[in-house]
């Protein structure tokens, strides 16, 4: 039997590029769009259950972005992991998983006061653990360039 | 960035469309185009298929006067 040969790309570099470009947005729009779905579908108040292949799909993106971003020492384009950094996203992460704690349990249970608890427990618990966990990844990417950057050249200089 | 122009005079002294010089370097001729009006910047290993084709040198063709 003929061995199948490889197919060829053909893309020149420039389509390429743009392709690959293309590609980022298409990458970008799925995870926001995932994002804004799960969060509006969880404050809908809908199951964990119902929500499980979205959530292993966005988990998914977000795992291998992270690892990968990590193996080549990149973090972001703009910001930089300082405490201050690190702070604000966990407050983010903590205010919009406290509304959404808040708003899921006051449609159970019209509670206020205790929605509003809950909302803050949750929020206050989100932005601990986030900042743990980010202040973690930055001292795994920190070693990582420092790694990266201490490479030794093909002549061993 | 700027249109390359040197480009566009070398492909005319040889008598060449950008099609003829795409096809010459292995790309579409849209990439061709993008290169002479300064919208793309091709890697080095294009740059130097686009000077064999065209009998230059890669400053006669991509160098940029400050």
């Not at chain 1, 992991?81 to 966990?90: E, N, Q």
């Not at chain 1, 932005?127 to 950057?149: D, G, Q, T």
Request: glycine residues 6%.
């Amino acid at each position: 039997m003929k061995s199948r040969k490889k197919q060829r790309n053909k893309l020149d570099e420039m389509q390429e590029q743009k392709l690959l470009q293309i590609e980022h947005t298409g990458c970008w729009l799925a995870f926001w769009g995932l994002a804004v779905s799960l969060l509006v579908q969880c404050c809908m108040g809908l199951e964990w259950t119902c929500l499980a292949g979205e959530w292993v799909v966005f988990m998914s993106l977000s795992l291998y972005v992270t690892i990968a971003c990590m193996r080549n020492g990149i973090w972001d384009r703009k910001l930089e992991p300082t405490p201050k950094v690190i702070l604000g996203s966990s407050a983010i992460a903590g205010l919009i998983c406290g509304f959404l704690q808040f708003t899921r349990s006051y449609r159970e249970y019209h509670a206020l006061f205790g929605s509003i608890a809950a909302g803050i427990f949750m929020m206050g618990f989100t932005a601990v653990l986030c900042y743990a966990v980010m202040s973690i990844a930055a001292s795994i990417y920190r070693s990582r360039v420092k790694r990266l950057e201490s490479e030794e050249d093909e002549d061993g200089k | 960035m700027a249109r390359n122009i040197a480009i566009k005079v070398a492909r005319a002294e040889k008598d060449m469309t950008q099609k003829e010089l795409a096809e010459a370097v292995g790309v579409s001729r849209q990439t061709i185009n993008a290169i002479e009006q300064g919208e793309y910047n091709p890697t080095i290993r294009l740059c130097r298929a686009i000077c064999r084709v065209l009998g230059k040198r890669l400053d006669d063709l991509f160098w940029e006067e400050e």
